[in-house]
């Protein structure tokens, strides 16, 4: 009988894996068409590409960064390949008084939002922790831009959300489900805005809200500032994936109201080994952050 048990056990985990993997999306353009969405972190990277995927599909945007010229250039793009309006603001997602103008002129521009995708980041020195002054600086910094901030925009956005039955994606890591070295300030961030968003989900579904809360979880994605980093930490082991198809990962999952998006795919079987085999993945972990691999 208990062997019974665990082979139906050990099936559904692979059954739920693999779903993950391959299951469809359940995507439709109608979906994203017209939708009033707003964009942070939108003028490189995974934001920029974000930009594009919902433009494509006609929605309605307005994005932000701290890099008004780069922002112009994504609004041109925006509008030639489909999107039905583009609004842009250079802004420091840092500063509390900046993220009270964001939502408030986006807001209003737009006459509401139904999209709000969270996406800015800051990553930090790759260093070891010694809890210097210099540490306690970065952790507060990266603090209040990776988790700080997502809150207080989710907070900020909740009327106009609840008033569309609309959607916040927020852009996570790996680095919010697993722990790593040398990252710890960018690590603590993102496991903060794990549970955050983990929880306010289970809290608005409590209120019967209207609202959706999509978590998304990155791998390594191919984005100019992640590749510089890897390159000066010599992380050889690391696998990189493009930055379009992340866009469209979050798009999809956002406009479907998905709990959870991992992207590559296969981080669900390294998260589920890791929560069965913590101390091994650990190890392996560790092959790609070893101190004798990093610039002195």
């Known amino acids: 009988m208990t062997k019974l048990i665990i082979t139906a056990v050990v099936a ?79 802004l420091n997602m840092a500063r509390e008084e900046e993220r009270e103008r964001l939502i408030k002129e986006a807001s209003s521009i737009l006459g509401g939002l139904d999209h709000v995708v969270l996406n800015h980041a800051a990553f930090g020195t790759y260093d070891t922790w010694e809890g210097t002054a210099e540490n306690m600086t970065s952790l507060t910094d990266i603090m209040t831009i990776n988790f700080i901030a997502y809150a207080h925009l989710a907070s900020l956005a909740m009327p106009h959300l609840t008033l569309s039955n609309g959607n916040i994606g927020a852009v996570s890591s790996v680095a919010g489900k697993m722990p790593n070295g040398y990252v710890l300030p960018y690590v603590s961030s993102k496991h903060a805005l794990q549970g955050f968003f983990e929880s306010l989900r289970i809290e608005l579904r409590l209120k019967r809200s209207p609202v959706s809360v999509t978590t998304i979880v990155f791998g390594g994605i191919a984005t100019e500032a992640a590749l510089k980093i890897a390159e000066s930490a010599h992380m050889d082991l690391m696998l990189f994936n493009p930055p379009d198809e992340a866009a469209r990962m979050i798009m999809e999952g956002v406009s479907t109201r998905t709990r959870e998006v991992t992207y590559p795919k296969y981080m669900n079987i390294i998260l589920f080994l890791h929560t069965m085999f913590p101390e091994t993945v650990e190890t392996l972990l560790q092959w790609n952050v070893l101190p004798d691999r990093r610039v002195q």
């Open 12 to 90: 559904s985990l692979i059954a739920f894996v693999t779903y993950q993997i391959y299951g469809p999306s359940g995507f439709a353009p109608d979906l994203v068409r017209s939708k009033r969405v707003l964009i942070t972190g939108a003028s490189t990277g995974i934001g920029e590409q974000l930009a594009y995927q919902y433009a494509k599909h006609g929605a309605r945007l307005f994005i932000t960064s701290l890099q008004g010229d780069l922002l112009e250039k994504v609004r041109e793009r925006c509008l030639s390949i489909g999107a039905e309006e583009v609004y842009f603001l250079p």
